[in-house]
């Protein structure tokens, strides 16, 4: 069975998790710690970074940009009206344009640094950058919170999916980061209401039960991260 090294944190790891399963794949998670660069993982993935997408034939596939385009060329393309990437150029571009977006863009602005100082640190040793949070990244990101969610939230009232008119991997992008987010009750969803409804949708989706199980150790999410009707 095909195996992903993943972190339940890491927004990269839920995005491929969310395709595969949209997608009906049977895979055997492995969570992986990226602060302690173990000789075997690195092995598969030199950069050290997540996730990492292991085949049948031992074939490994490093970055969730890279797992993704292969699922799609491999799966994704057969499926017709349930596929997550369009087949018009310009609309895959535009697909594309958004998963960047939630995965390099949002993720450098706002959830590395907040899972890093809120999550990560906790596990990690001294010698690894653990510790307590640093409170200016703190500020500095949930600053930046709120832009990004105002983005969010023009996309879900101008479209009736993220990219278009259907999901795609644009949507799972954005969902996967916002998961996150909401895991740790950073986000104020009193201030972004089209996103909201928008996201209660992603989250009502089969694919997402898992990650709504998940819990991390030594931190509780808010009491509506699993809740369907929040």
Excluded at 40 to 47: C, Q
Excluded at 76 to 100: C, Y
Excluded at 147 to 155: D, E, G, I, P, R
Excluded at 209 to 223: F, I
Aim: hydrophobic share 35%; net charge neutral.
């Amino acid at each position: 069975m095909p195996t992903l090294y993943h972190h339940p944190m890491s927004p990269a790891s839920r995005f491929v998790r969310l395709i595969l399963s949209e997608y009906g794949y049977q895979t055997e998670l492995s969570e992986e710690q990226p602060w302690e660069n173990r000789r075997d993982f690195l092995t598969l993935n030199p950069a050290g970074t997540l996730p990492v997408y292991v085949d049948d034939s031992m074939r490994a596939l490093c970055g969730a940009t890279i797992i993704s385009e292969y699922l799609d060329e491999t799966s994704g393309i057969m499926k017709r009206d349930r596929r997550l990437l369009a087949e018009d150029p310009f609309q895959r571009a535009e697909i594309r344009r958004l998963t960047e977006w939630f995965l390099q863009k949002m993720e450098a602005d706002v959830t590395r640094p907040l899972v890093r100082e809120r999550i990560f640190k906790l596990q990690m040793t001294p010698d690894q950058g653990g510790g307590a949070p640093d409170s200016k990244i703190l500020r500095t990101s949930r600053s930046n919170i709120r832009q990004h969610m105002k983005y969010l939230s023009w996309l879900a009232g101008s479209r009736p999916w993220l990219a278009g008119d259907r999901i795609s991997y644009g949507d799972l992008a954005a969902a996967a980061a916002i998961s996150v987010l909401d895991y740790l009750g950073e986000i104020d969803w009193s201030d972004a209401p089209t996103a909201k409804e928008w996201y209660q949708r992603l989250k009502s989706r089969p694919s997402f039960r898992p990650l709504l199980a998940e819990r991390v150790r030594g931190v509780t999410p808010v009491s509506h991260y699993a809740d369907l009707d929040f």
